[in-house]
């Protein structure tokens, strides 16, 4: 009877181990994700939002560094305008450190080789 219970025991000790490191693994993984990670931008507007959100950057500032009026940023990040010359996309994907083709549309990762 001594054994039974010795290892029923440790059976609830181990039980007991692996709920509380499922648990804390599970808390971590949530603590770490942000609302950007539970969802994928399928549009032109989300990918620059997300994209620029992720570099910390406002909407002005992109505009000045990518040398476009700040009227276009906000109808591209609205979803106004779906359109932009080549060269504005090409400076936005470098300064955002994305490729052009996840940039523009939605190919590939949004990371890996830059734009040339």
């Known amino acids: 009877m001594t054994s039974a219970v010795a290892r029923r025991s440790a059976e609830e000790s181990l039980a007991g181990a692996l709920e509380r490191s499922l648990v804390g693994a599970l808390e971590q993984d949530a603590s770490e994700a942000s609302e950007d990670d539970l969802t994928i931008p399928t549009t032109l507007a989300e990918r620059v939002l997300a994209a620029r959100k992720a570099r910390a950057m406002g909407s002005r500032e992109l505009s000045a560094l990518v040398q476009a009026s700040p009227a276009l940023v906000s109808q591209i990040e609205s979803g106004k ?22 940039l523009v549309l939605g190919e590939g990762p949004a990371r890996g080789r830059r734009a040339p």
């Open 81 to 102: 305008t779906q359109m932009m010359q080549a060269d504005t996309a090409v400076r936005m994907a470098r300064l955002l450190g994305v490729r052009i083709a996840w």
